[in-house]
């Protein structure tokens, strides 16, 4: 958690936004996704969202469905997920890394025993797609803990009530969902997004970052306008898709080096 709280702090001081790109692990292959890690740092990543795969992703849009397929079809599961997280810490002690999935994994660990080996493994925070805040109070508990970030999802419908609730339980950020509908989706409202984010920072009290439907620099930067953060991940999945395995990193590096321009331009 402190190395969330210490980026944010210092792209605050500098006047930036972060940059948070997702990938899933496993996809396209175990063996390409620390490389694939190191690349979205390359590529100006200041916080890196891993996905655990899980069989019936329903907030995820077919891109990142397919990604969970792969994987697990590569036999990926969460403990395997900790131990590339292990692996990235061996060479990269500075950017925080959040786990960004569903609860079934997790409770057939053990909210417990998974807390102690991704604190283990150098996780920051967890989020849990179909975790509400109302419902997982002793699991925020636990990650804090920990010291890991409980981070939860707000959306176009959520009451300012949702907001104190994830103000309550919450740290690290807040995940924005920019739009109804599953990742990857199109139809940005641009306008919408700039009127919650302000609600949304004033309530909460931590940085708010936007997602679910950015595809590239200009929404990147539309978006980082007004959010503290850029998450960006089906399009990664589809530059992931249409490379060879030994081409995504450098190819997913490339893509993202647009972006983080396009987010610093004054």
Same mark, same amino acid.
């Given at each position: 958690?402190?190395?969330?709280?210490?980026?944010?702090?210092?792209?605050?001081?500098?006047?930036?936004?972060?940059?948070?790109?997702?990938?899933?692990?496993?996809? /396209?292959?175990?063996? #390409?996704?620390?490389?694939?890690?190191?690349?979205?740092?390359?590529?100006?990543?200041?916080?890196?969202?891993?996905? *655990?795969?899980?069989?019936?992703?329903?907030?995820?849009?077919?891109?990142?469905?397919?990604?969970?397929?792969? +994987?697990?079809?590569?036999?990926?599961?969460?403990?395997?997920?900790?131990?590339?997280?292990?692996?990235?810490?061996?060479?990269?002690?500075?950017?925080?890394?959040?786990?960004?999935?569903?609860?079934?994994?997790?409770?057939?660990?053990?909210?417990?025993?998974?807390?102690? +080996?991704?604190?283990?493994?150098?996780?920051?925070?967890?989020? *849990?797609?179909?975790?509400?805040?109302?419902?997982?109070?002793?699991?925020?508990?636990?990650?804090?803990?920990?010291?890991?970030?409980?981070?939860?999802?707000?959306?176009?419908?959520?009451?300012?009530?949702?907001?104190? $609730? *994830?103000? $309550?339980?919450?740290?690290?950020?807040?995940?924005?969902?920019?739009?109804?509908?599953? #990742?990857? +989706?199109?139809?940005?409202?641009?306008?919408?997004?700039?009127?919650?984010?302000?609600?949304?920072?004033?309530?909460?009290?931590? /940085?708010?970052?936007?997602?679910?439907?950015?595809?590239?620099?200009?929404?990147?930067?539309?978006?980082?306008?007004?959010?503290?953060?850029?998450?960006?991940?089906?399009?990664?999945? $589809?530059?992931?898709?249409?490379?060879?395995?030994?081409?995504?990193?450098?190819?997913?590096?490339?893509?993202?080096?647009?972006?983080?321009?396009?987010?610093?331009?004054?």
């Amino acid at each position: 958690m402190e190395r969330i709280n210490v980026r944010f702090n210092i792209l605050k001081s500098a006047g930036r936004k972060a940059l948070i790109p997702f990938i899933t692990a496993g996809d /396209p292959n175990p063996e #390409t996704t620390l490389p694939l890690m190191h690349a979205l740092v390359a590529g100006g990543a200041d916080i890196i969202e891993l996905g *655990v795969p899980f069989s019936d992703p329903m907030a995820d849009g077919p891109t990142i469905q397919r990604a969970s397929e792969r +994987a697990l079809a590569k036999g990926m599961t969460l403990r395997k997920v900790l131990e590339l997280v292990s692996k990235f810490r061996q060479v990269n002690s500075d950017t925080a890394v959040v786990l960004m999935g569903y609860a079934n994994p997790i409770e057939a660990m053990g909210i417990e025993n998974f807390a102690k +080996a991704a604190k283990e493994a150098g996780v920051d925070g967890v989020l *849990v797609v179909d975790y509400p805040p109302e419902e997982c109070a002793e699991f925020a508990r636990v990650m804090k803990a920990y010291e890991m970030a409980p981070i939860f999802l707000l959306a176009p419908t959520s009451s300012e009530q949702r907001f104190r $609730e *994830v103000a $309550e339980i919450g740290a690290g950020y807040i995940y924005y969902v920019s739009l109804k509908g599953v #990742t990857g +989706a199109g139809n940005l409202d641009f306008d919408e997004v700039a009127r919650r984010i302000p609600e949304i920072q004033k309530i909460v009290g931590m /940085p708010v970052g936007v997602g679910f439907g950015i595809r590239d620099a200009e929404s990147a930067k539309k978006l980082g306008a007004v959010a503290d953060a850029v998450v960006i991940g089906s399009r990664i999945i $589809e530059e992931i898709e249409r490379s060879d395995p030994k081409d995504a990193p450098l190819n997913v590096r490339t893509f993202l080096r647009g972006i983080r321009a396009a987010l610093d331009e004054k």
